[in-house]
């Protein structure tokens, strides 16, 4: 069996006598010899280990808002806030503890969390730095398309909740996380660098007793993951945690195979201002895809509009109050009519479905507010759906983007990251209290038995209302305009609609066996 | 079933009495196979600290008589022999011990539990048991004392076949937390003559493959300290365990190769209870495992009907 034999490694020489006394049944011709060096060596050789300062517990690739909830979240465990964390990001925000000014205009770098995600970072006491910025809770949410058939309203308070989740701004959230670890006494080290290839050093899984190891290859970190840096660093450690996005470099180089396909669609992102306060969430399914308005706070909304990539870049490069114009058309009368709202006398062919009605099902169309004008750059991303066939292998874990990237078209796509980063950390626990090796499969299949479902539903879910939108035909535009009626007079399904977005079920149908 | 093992305890009993040494009579299946393998001055001498007051050649020639009183012992043989031909598998979690490799977190979990809780350790510490010294008897590859060392005790593993001890070295070696762990070719009752003591003792799956489940609750019990802890865990020896761990898990589902266990072997719980009792430990608490074919995962429970696990206390 072939051991790779790390160079780098201070070795005793008088550690051989160790290994020698450790091997009880050949020590009869050495009983003598080995009787007398054994305390002072074995002190020595528990030394060499604990000296080295590149050999951590756990190592994050990519300190994003996923990987830095992660690190959070292992701090704020009992089991494992002993843990030694490295992560590894060369983006130079990481180091400085960045203020952000109040007088800042809102970034349009968004997130939409959900109630599950406020409950995950209250847990590992990040959302307290949350709240000290802009952030913005809505309770109330409306989607219609083009064709004018039918509308939903969402309340919060269909399911005696009072938010339907918080738009927050990335930067926010990252620099909320970072806070949040910096005022712990964790041990974590920032890499500031790239990761350029990663080794697993051989295990033991298919230890022969025949072979006879040299002193040196016991000695070697054989149940680590090296991993090198584009500065030329080095370090080990037990498991390599992915959360480097879309492109993820751990991915690659770990062989994870993944299915997807590109969207033919951009999406372009902006702030905008209004003349009054907005706390609700508007999405108006068009053609070319859907256009999203999303409260922030302060009067300012962001937009996010999807459509072909030609058009994406003609609306980035127009000047700002043509921009401004066609936005107020594409959510207001453009493209097609406003649904007609059901007036409380009519006679409505869902009463007797309706059971304990909804307080939303009652509300009335409304036109969003009008945009008065842009308030940042314009930024144009492109979509597409990705997925890793596995989540983990030996030593090696993906989280958030780098597993899953998903149409932004329900605000998911942080949020099911964000899981991935509870999940994990709770299973890591989980195998600390029974003495488990971290980086074992085993353990980590664990995360991933919990999370492949869930994400792979949602994605599903969110593909579906893709492709079941892009489609201008009679037919399917009656059959979406009852699904529009269905949700908003149906009442069990509108609130299992709200419950699954907002994360508090994991899967869209009650299934006992699976959840 | 119960009145003919306990016939035949009586009978090794009598046979105790007419002059053989006692002590190695329990584990005379496992000598035999190691003497086949080793000169007895290895076996002897193995663990370097301890107090070198065994009498080699006495043991020998004691074993020996054993040998001819013995009652046939061909299939502990075979048994001992199909352990030695997988050693090299131990660590291949989908090998031939996956089902092992995931009862560990749920047998983990119950000693972790009931430890913390009879020594007073913190529950949320991730190394509650600092300061412990803790015996695995027969410990195989070290799949149990691992996580053991990992949780902070000291930790010596014995196991009587020499190939699963260096296998178990070599694994333990390759990280630091794990590579403290002293694991010596012995048995229970040579422990005992070297007069060790440990905080706990832990013998899990193991008494269903000894001779003379009596005297080895007697050798486990020599080994705990006063106040200490000994942790057994087992199959019952009941209908449902014939269906389950011989019938489902040898002949049907291939989990264990056949001839692993012997029912007749078994022991049910108030029999263990019963024979640590008279070796003067009380069992406080018990617990079965229980597997769900439709995640894959064994967990806790009140069941007791197919492998259970018991935690007693030794009386001062």
């Given at each position: 069996m072939n051991r790779i034999i790390v160079g780098r490694l201070s070795v005793n020489v008088s550690g051989l006598r160790v290994l020698q006394r450790s091997f009880c049944s050949s020590v009869a011709e050495k009983a003598s010899s080995s009787n007398s060096g054994q305390p002072s060596s074995e002190s020595e050789v528990k030394q060499s280990f604990t000296?080295?300062?590149?050999?951590?517990?756990v190592a994050v690739v990519g300190g994003g808002m996923v990987g830095m909830a992660l690190a959070c979240s292992l701090a704020s465990m009992p089991l494992t806030k002993h843990l030694s964390v490295a992560i590894i990001d060369s983006?130079?925000?990481?180091?400085k503890s960045n203020f952000i000014k109040?007088?800042?205009?809102?970034?349009?770098?968004?997130s939409t969390v959900t109630p599950a995600t406020i409950s995950f970072f209250k847990e590992i006491g990040a959302w307290q730095y949350v709240q000290q910025h802009r952030h913005a809770y809505f309770d109330k949410m409306q989607v219609w398309d083009y064709t004018g058939l039918g509308y939903t309203k969402y309340n919060a308070r269909d399911v005696n909740?009072?938010?339907?989740g918080c738009v927050v701004e990335n930067k926010v959230l990252h620099s909320s996380l970072l806070s949040c670890m910096q005022n712990t006494e964790f041990r974590k080290t920032i890499y500031p660098s790239r990761l350029t290839s990663m080794a697993l050093?051989?295990?033991?899984?298919?230890?022969?007793?025949d072979s006879t190891p040299s002193a040196t290859t016991l000695f070697t970190k054989g149940h680590l993951a090296k991993l090198d840096l584009s500065d030329g660093k080095s370090l080990y450690a037990k498991l390599v945690v992915g959360?480097?996005?879309?492109?993820s470099r751990v991915r690659e180089l770990a062989g994870f195979k993944t299915t997807g396909w590109s969207y033919s669609q951009n999406a372009i992102i902006c702030t905008v201002e209004h003349n009054k306060e907005n706390y609700c969430a508007w999405q108006r399914f068009l053609p070319a895809g859907p256009i999203a308005l999303l409260p922030i706070g302060d009067n300012f909304s962001n937009i996010v509009w999807t459509m072909n990539p030609k058009d994406a870049s003609d609306c980035k490069s127009m000047n700002e109050d043509d921009f401004v114009k066609i936005l107020n058309h594409a959510l207001d009368y453009g493209y097609g009519p406003h649904p007609k709202s059901i007036s409380s006398g009519s006679v409505d062919m869902f009463s007797w479905f309706r059971?304990?009605?909804?307080?939303?099902?009652k509300e009335c169309f409304e036109v969003p507010p009008r945009v008065v004008k842009l308030a940042s750059e314009r930024m144009v991303f492109p979509l597409s759906l990705k997925h890793a066939?596995?989540?983990?292998s030996k030593r090696v874990v993906l989280i958030g983007d780098a597993a899953h990237t998903v149409h932004p078209l329900a605000g998911q796509g942080v949020n099911l990251g964000f899981g991935d980063a509870s999940t994990l950390s709770r299973i890591i626990a989980e195998g600390i209290a029974v003495g488990a090796?971290?980086?074992e499969v085993s353990l980590l299949k664990k995360y991933e038995a919990e999370r492949k479902p869930a994400n792979i539903v949602m994605m599903a879910v969110l593909d579906g209302f893709q492709k079941a939108y892009s489609v201008d035909f009679g037919p399917l535009n009656i059959l979406r305009a009852a699904a529009f009626h269905g949700a908003q007079y149906i009442s069990p399904l509108k609130r299992n609609i709200i419950s699954y977005a907002s994360g508090e079920q994991r899967l869209p149908l009650p299934l006992p066996l699976f959840t | 079933m119960g009145s003919n093992s306990i016939s035949k305890m009586a009978a090794r009993h009598l046979r105790i009495l007419s002059g053989c040494n006692g002590a190695l009579l329990s584990v005379r299946f496992f000598s035999d196979s190691t003497l086949a393998q080793e000169p007895i001055a290895s076996t002897a001498i193995d663990?370097?600290?301890?107090?070198?007051?065994?009498?080699t050649a006495e043991n020998h020639s004691q074993l020996n008589n054993n040998k001819k009183h013995s009652a046939p012992s061909s299939l502990k043989h075979a048994e001992l022999a199909k352990f030695s031909a997988i050693a090299?598998?131990?660590?291949?979690?989908?090998?031939?011990?996956k089902p092992l490799h995931a009862l560990n977190p749920t047998r983990l979990a119950f000693i972790r539990s009931t430890l913390c809780r009879h020594f007073r350790k913190?529950?949320?510490?991730?190394?509650?048991?600092?300061?412990l010294n803790i015996v695995d008897v027969?410990?195989?590859?070290?799949i149990l004392s691992e996580p053991l060392a990992r949780m902070g005790a000291t930790v010596t593993g014995i196991d009587a076949v020499e190939k699963n001890i260096k296998i178990a070295r070599l694994h333990a070696d390759l990280d630091p937390e794990t590579s403290t762990i002293e694991y010596c070719c012995t048995t229970a009752e040579k422990l005992v003559e070297e007069q060790r003591k440990f905080d706990a003792v832990i013998a899990s799956e193991v008494i269903e493959h000894v001779a003379d489940p009596a005297e080895f609750c007697k050798s486990l019990s020599a080994l705990t300290v006063s106040e200490g802890a000994t942790v057994i865990s087992t199959i019952n020896r009941s209908m449902r365990a014939y269906a389950t761990?011989?019938?489902?898990?040898?002949?049907?589902?291939?989990?264990?190769?056949?001839?692993?266990?012997q029912w007749s072997s078994f022991l049910t719980p108030e029999e263990l209870v019963l024979i640590l009792q008279r070796a003067?430990?009380?069992?406080k608490e018990m617990a079965g495992f229980v597997y769900n074919p439709l995640t894959g995962r064994w967990s806790l429970s009140d069941?007791?009907?197919?492998n259970f696990i018991a935690f007693g206390t030794k009386n001062s």
């Open positions: 000296n080295n300062d590149d050999q951590y517990d983006n130079p925000a990481l180091g109040k007088e800042d205009p809102p970034d349009p770098r968004v909740k009072e938010i339907l050093l051989p295990s033991s899984s298919s230890i022969s007793v959360a480097d996005g879309g492109k059971g304990d009605a909804t307080l939303s099902a066939n596995n989540y983990v090796d971290i980086g | 663990s370097a600290s301890v107090s070198p007051s065994i009498n090299d598998t131990w660590w291949d979690s989908e090998g031939p011990y913190d529950p949320y510490s991730a190394r509650p048991f600092e300061g027969g410990c195989g590859g070290g761990a011989i019938i489902a898990a040898e002949h049907i589902l291939h989990w264990l190769p056949k001839g692993t266990h003067s430990i009380d069992v069941d007791i009907s197919v």
